[in-house]
């Protein structure tokens, strides 16, 4: 299963978008990206996943560098109730790591 | 839209007790997990299930058991609860293996401390 590295944190201010990357080098060509989030005091929820191709959803997008060793989550236009930590996850085995805690500043 | 129900939210025990943490799905799905989360850090897969009658080894499975009678059930049991079993722990649910790129649904979490 590929490992995946993420910042410990990311700040943003209100209303920007929000860049939030993850390198994931040793993926294997059938391993799909997943992101999930966990809001405070909350279980882990999920927000979008993808194989090779760009994706889009109501939460946010998920763009697939084209050798897939790396991706970034999307969001358009950062919320406080977007703060939380995000997770990339790369495999068949959901290994969760320390994910990113993102701020989001008023 | 009841989704994956964990109980109990809080429980406090002490060192040697046992008790049982409980799941329960109502999506008919027929996969199932158990995380830890320890403060700070991310989950770690304890068990996980692929249907009634099967369960399987996750990272850390040492000092938990696990039984899977039905579908919509899947609890988690501490038989002698140690300090380092202090987390907060996370049922989750999907209908397909992971690989099939399934979406995973958690429960709210048992939050328990052992003293």
């Known amino acids: 299963d590929a490992k995946t590295t993420q910042p410990n944190s990311m700040e943003s201010n209100e209303e920007e978008p929000v860049h939030l990357p993850c390198n994931h080098s040793?993926?294997?060509?059938?391993?799909?990206i997943h992101w999930y989030r966990q809001l405070p005091s909350q279980g882990p929820e999920y927000v979008i996943h993808?194989?090779?191709s760009n994706v889009n959803n109501r939460m946010a997008s998920l763009a697939i560098a084209e050798d897939r060793k790396s991706s970034t989550l999307i969001l358009h236009r950062a919320t406080l109730r977007d703060a939380a930590v995000y997770y990339c996850?790369?495999?068949?085995?959901?290994?969760f790591g320390t994910g990113t805690s993102l701020t989001v500043i008023p | 839209n009841a989704g994956v129900t964990q109980t109990p939210k809080f429980r406090i025990l002490k060192i040697g007790q046992s008790m049982t943490l409980q799941c329960t799905q109502d999506?008919?799905?027929?996969?199932m997990y158990w995380y830890r989360q320890d403060p700070g850090m991310g989950l770690k897969l304890i068990y996980y299930?692929?249907?009634?009658?099967?369960?399987d080894k996750g990272e850390v499975p040492n000092g938990y058991n696990v039984s899977r009678s039905t579908t919509e059930d899947f609890p988690l049991r501490l038989e002698l609860a140690a300090p380092s079993q202090t987390s907060v722990y996370f049922c989750?649910?999907?209908?397909?293996?992971?690989?099939?790129?399934?979406?995973?649904?958690f429960g709210a979490g048992t939050r328990l401390s052992v003293l």
């Open positions: 989750a649910s999907s209908y397909s293996p992971l690989w099939a790129a399934d979406i995973q649904y």
């Open positions: 040793t993926i294997s060509g059938t391993d799909y």
């Open positions: 993808g194989l090779t």
């Open positions: 996850i790369a495999g068949n085995q959901f290994y």
């Open positions: 999506m008919n799905h027929n996969y």
């Open positions: 299930s692929v249907g009634a009658g099967i369960t």
